[in-house]
């Protein structure tokens, strides 16, 4: 086997030893994270620059839409006061209480040998509760039977319209006095029926349903 000599063994230790020197590697190390921030720093800088730039776009679309966006909100505002009133007026008026249909049935009950002298109606807002008061003079060969005959009448006929219905005699007695029925003169007896109902919200069914359908036809 040969023998080789290395001559230059102390210069290339003294190279590979510069070349491993801490401080120049600590040095490149140093340089290249100054490198890597500097990018970070660039990249950061041109986002910013860039959501600065679409916010002042955004800003400006804003300036131009912002006066059409109030008034669309003013408008919104004025329309749902409108709703609103337009909505309790429909309250109000479809919980409201005709008296001309309890008036005509009442009308349809009164015979020939019955008479209303007084009619009082009063309605308790608090709890819808309506009160009719029928004072008059039923006259026959006994008009205790002629009154009886009138409030079951009146009975039957409210009942259809108003469940719950009370019709009841408050005073019923007979009268000294004479009246003529007809050419002939009969007992009478003076009467007062208190007629009780609870009308709560409920009015005629039919005048809801019509003042609607109107309103449809209207907007068609």
């Not at 349809?108 to 308790?124: A, E, K, S, W, Y």
């Not at 009268?175 to 005629?204: E, M, Q, R, Y």
């Amino acid at each position: 086997m040969p023998l080789q000599l290395n001559l230059l063994h102390e210069e290339i230790s003294q190279e590979r030893q510069r070349k491993r020197d801490p401080l120049k590697i600590s040095m490149y190390v140093a340089a290249g994270l100054a490198g890597l921030l500097a990018l970070n720093y660039l990249w950061s800088a041109y986002r910013t620059l860039t959501i600065k730039a679409h916010l002042s776009a955004v800003e400006r679309d804003w300036a131009k839409v912002e006066p059409q966006v109030s008034a669309a909100q003013k408008r919104a505002e004025q329309l749902n006061g409108i709703i609103s009133t337009a909505r309790t007026l429909d309250q109000f008026i479809d919980s409201r209480f005709f008296w001309a249909p309890i008036l005509e049935t009442i009308s349809r009950c009164v015979t020939p040998n019955l008479q209303i002298t007084n009619l009082d109606g009063m309605i308790d807002e608090s709890n819808k509760a309506t009160t009719i008061s029928l004072e008059g003079t039923a006259a026959g060969r006994e008009p205790r039977a002629v009154a009886e005959d009138f409030r079951q009448l009146l009975l039957e006929q409210l009942g259809k319209e108003q469940p719950g219905l009370k019709v009841e005699f408050r005073t019923l007695e007979d009268l000294d006095t004479l009246v003529s029925v007809g050419g002939n003169n009969v007992a009478a007896a003076h009467f007062i029926i208190s007629v009780n109902l609870n009308t709560g919200a409920k009015t005629p069914a039919s005048r809801p349903a019509e003042r609607k359908s109107k309103s449809k036809k209207e907007e068609s």
